[in-house]
């Protein structure tokens, strides 16, 4: 009796370890690796979603994205009048287990690469803990085909981006953003769906 009640307790601390690995709506239901074991690594992205809307008394505006980690289609709409058009895309990012990062993006031949640190949210009002990642870039390059590259460089504590981890996975990990600026009338909407897988 005494062993059967030490296999219950036992459980009872697994299963609370368990669940409170779950942040993202999609995520694991178990995991026995951490949220920053799960981050850390190299990621490419394999899907990507975004479209951003802007209306005044003045004008409407459109734009879509989609791509599959190597190409994009985009279709940009002013005031009812589309304009479509294809091309390249890729992003990869390495998270270190320090907190720093590293991306690459390569679009249309021209290539971006950032470098900066990142790190999770600590929750704040209905947020739970852990359940955003955030990045703060500290240097970037630009190389473009036609000009020559241009490199940035910052310093100081604070955040350039802040996603929802909708799924955190060994292998898979979804971010998702979606913000909305009203501003003198006018209102501007951004939503955004990006899907990495491990390299």
Do not use: H
């Not at 270190?96 to 999770?120: L, M, P």
């Amino acid at each position: 009796m005494k062993n059967y009640k030490i296999i219950l307790l036992a459980l009872a601390v697994l299963a609370t370890t368990f669940s409170a690995c779950k942040k993202g709506e999609d995520d694991p239901a178990l995991s026995l690796r951490s949220r920053k074991a799960r981050v850390v690594g190299e990621w490419k992205m394999t899907n990507i979603k975004y479209s951003s809307t802007s209306s005044s008394s003045s004008s409407n505006t459109s734009y879509v994205l989609t791509g599959d980690g190597s190409t994009y289609t985009a279709t940009d709409t002013d005031d009812g009048t589309p304009s479509s058009s294809i091309g390249t895309l890729s992003w990869q990012w390495t998270f270190e287990k320090d907190g720093k990062y590293k991306f690459t993006q390569t679009q249309d031949g021209d290539i971006y690469t950032s470098a900066g640190t990142w790190n999770f949210t600590s929750g704040v009002g209905d947020l739970k803990k852990n359940s955003q990642i955030t990045y703060s870039e500290l240097s970037s390059t630009t190389q473009s085909s036609t000009s020559p590259a241009t490199t940035n460089t910052w310093t100081g504590n604070y955040v350039d981006e802040v996603y929802d981890l909708k799924e955190l996975r060994n292998k898979k990990m979804v971010w998702y953003q979606k913000v909305t600026n009203t501003y003198s009338g006018n209102t501007d909407t951004a939503e955004i769906e990006i899907t990495f897988e491990t390299k």
